[in-house]
T-cell receptor
Framework: EDQVTQSPEALRLQEGESSSLNCSYT??????LFWYRQDPGKGPEFLFT???AGEEKEKERLKATLTKKESFLHITAPKPEDSATYLC?????????????FGKGTSLLVTP | DAGVTQSPTHLIKTRGQQVTLRCSPK?????VSWYQQALGQGPQFIFQ???????QRGNFPDRFSGHQFPNYSSELNVNALLLGDSALYLC???????????FGQGTRLTVV
């Protein structure tokens, strides 16, 4: 059974203080790993898709990386508007369906 | 592009009642998936519709059913509501099931 574990559950950073969020996964064949940002009471907003180990993607202050067992979301010099819950999800290989299996998320608070 | 739209945004129902939630996918998308998100948890997959058929189902009882229309919009029906059905219900659309999923803003269902 696919499993996704995100850590830490909550993270508080000062503005400008860089850090990383972790997503560990076990899946019988990975089609894709997805990162989403979710603001309170809203639907998740798509950030990145990673398909193979060694792949990296960047968007503004965010950079996502992937290994065979985990993914990291690096946040460089965060701003208060980066405060949100960051969700990681995996999609298994063909034959296992197309559902996204989500972790519980990391709640990030960036203070001025 | 309006993105994924869901209606209603909020709903209050009584135990034992039935509810219907609606979703219009992002323009160009043909696949709709439904997720349930309890407070403090990641979204849980309910089912996915593609070409007007349920293609995959998560671990949810038969009280949860759905439909996809020829224009790719979708409905989620829940019968015999329980207090535990209170959650944020998210609709996600994608193209051909395999691409990244884009989420709507969700419907907040409260069962009293």
């Amino acid at each position: 059974e696919d499993q996704v574990t995100q850590s830490p559950e909550a993270l508080r950073l000062q503005e400008g203080e860089s850090s990383s969020l972790n997503c560990s996964y076990t899946v019988s064949g990975l089609r894709g790993l997805f990162w989403y940002r979710q603001d309170p009471g809203k639907g998740p907003e798509f950030l990145f898709t990673l398909y193979s180990a060694g792949e990296e993607k960047e968007k503004e202050r965010l950079k996502a990386t992937l290994t065979k067992k985990e993914s990291f979301l690096h946040i460089t010099a965060p701003k208060p508007e980066d405060s949100a819950t960051y969700l990681c999800a995996v999609q298994g290989a063909p034959g296992s369906g197309y559902a996204l299996n989500f972790g519980k998320g990391t709640s990030l608070l960036v203070t001025p | 592009d309006a993105g994924v739209t869901q209606s209603p945004t909020h709903l209050i129902k009584t135990r034992g009642q039935q509810v219907t939630l609606r979703c219009s996918p992002k323009s160009g998308h043909d696949t709709v998936s439904w997720y349930q998100q309890a407070l403090g948890q990641g979204p849980q997959f309910i089912f996915q519709y593609y070409e007007e058929e349920e293609r995959q189902r998560g671990n949810f009882p038969d009280r949860f059913s759905g439909h996809q229309f020829p224009n790719y919009s979708s409905e989620l029906n829940v019968n015999a509501l329980l207090l535990g059905d209170s959650a944020l219900y998210l609709c996600a659309s994608s193209w051909d099931r395999t691409t990244e999923a884009f989420f709507g803003q969700g419907t907040r269902l409260t069962v009293v």
